[in-house]
């Protein structure tokens, strides 16, 4: 099978299309045949070197953790999906399994390839919903998840004043509508050439990335992109008692924000407790959840996918399609 590989840890600038043996699937497992697939943060950062010393990775790897395509063979004990069936989600490196969920974990081969071989047994993948097309399918699971996670935790009123920090990529494309669905007043950053896609998915008001720029006395921040150690600039626009939700690292720390008064949330939902990817594809299906979709990448163009991930700046999913 062919695969978007990194044969030593560098940037993805070195990564590679080759030949590598499609991986079969073990007991509990499937193999998939990968239609799409979308990039994410661990497809640069781990190859990058970032964690190799507490994640070392083994060469060849094959990045993508989202993911879209047909089931193309069933190890033993497998009941939940037969070969043919529509699927899609979200599986992390192997790796990683120390980090992943404690019950379910959702590890897999990587999805940057033709085949890719997938934990069943797992909240994380899901039938594809007959009206979910197949790049929307591999833009929608991390992100998709994300958004839900932050809409549980953020417990939203409607009439409430939003901040999102970072509302450009694939989970503040995500987010942001669910947040005006459900009544508040988004004010979202943005480059003046997204703000009106910003606006379509229902921001209120855009406004550039300075924290000068951020409104006084908001009920609620969502910080996407800003190291959760750098968030007193995000953490002084909210407004006395109300909260502020992160999803990056490091994991914050109330006295980081330099303030007492605000309720401090970081939202890594792992074990999939606020939510799988069967409640991502009913959102989506129904319209709730769109797929915003910056730029499409053949298999061969993969490389260039990842590298544009880290160098340019992106708005939404960064989709691959592999057939």
């Known amino acids: 099978?062919?695969?978007?590989?990194?044969?030593?840890?560098?940037?993805?600038?070195?990564?590679?299309?080759?030949?590598?043996?499609?991986?079969?699937?073990?007991?509990?497992?499937?193999?998939?045949?990968?239609?799409?697939?979308?990039i994410n943060p661990a497809d640069v950062r781990l190859p990058g070197g970032e964690f190799r010393d507490s994640v070392p990775l083994s060469f060849p790897h094959v990045p993508g953790n989202d993911f879209a395509g047909t089931v193309s063979e069933v190890g033993a004990g497998v009941t939940a999906y037969r070969v043919g069936?529509?699927?899609?989600?979200?599986?992390?490196?192997?790796?990683?399994?120390?980090?992943?969920?404690?019950t379910r974990p959702s590890l897999s081969t990587g999805s940057l390839a033709e085949y890719a071989v997938f934990e069943a047994d797992t909240p994380f993948l899901a039938h594809r919903p007959a009206g979910l097309d197949i790049e929307a399918a591999a833009a929608l699971p991390t992100v998709g998840l994300t958004a839900?996670?932050?809409?549980?935790?953020?417990?939203?009123?409607?009439?409430?004043?939003?901040?999102?920090?970072?509302?450009?990529?694939?989970?503040?494309?995500?987010?942001?509508?669910?947040?005006?669905?459900?009544?508040?007043?988004?004010?979202?950053?943005?480059?003046t050439a997204d703000a009106d896609l910003l606006r379509a998915l229902g921001a209120e008001e855009t406004i550039g990335y300075a924290a000068s720029a951020y409104p006084d006395g908001v009920d609620l921040a969502m910080n996407l992109t800003l190291p959760s150690d750098q968030l007193t600039g995000v953490a002084a626009a909210v407004r006395p008692g109300g909260r502020l939700l992160t999803i990056t690292f490091p994991v914050p720390r109330p006295e980081w924000l330099g303030r007492e008064d605000v309720e401090l949330h970081f939202v890594l939902d792992m074990d999939g407790t606020l939510g799988g990817?069967?409640?991502?594809?009913?959102?989506?299906?129904?319209?709730?959840?769109?797929?915003?979709?910056?730029?499409?990448?053949?298999?061969?163009?993969?490389?260039?996918?990842?590298a544009d991930f880290l160098r340019r700046h992106t708005t939404g999913k960064l989709v691959v399609t592999v057939r």
């Open 85 to 102: 069936d529509e699927i899609f989600g979200q599986a992390v490196p192997r790796a990683l399994r120390a980090m992943a969920g404690a």
């Open 148 to 191: 839900r996670a932050l809409m549980t935790t953020a417990r939203v009123r409607p009439g409430e004043t939003v901040l999102v920090v970072g509302a450009t990529g694939g989970v503040g494309t995500a987010v942001v509508p669910l947040l005006a669905a459900a009544g508040a007043r988004v004010v979202a950053t943005a480059t």
């Open 1 to 38: 099978m062919r695969a978007v590989v990194a044969t030593s840890y560098g940037p993805p600038e070195q990564y590679t299309v080759t030949d590598l043996p499609a991986p079969r699937p073990g007991p509990g497992q499937i193999q998939v045949r990968i239609a799409a697939a979308s």
């Open 277 to 306: 990817m069967r409640e991502v594809g009913e959102l989506a299906a129904r319209g709730d959840l769109p797929a915003t979709i910056g730029r499409r990448y053949t298999l061969d163009e993969g490389p260039r996918a990842c």
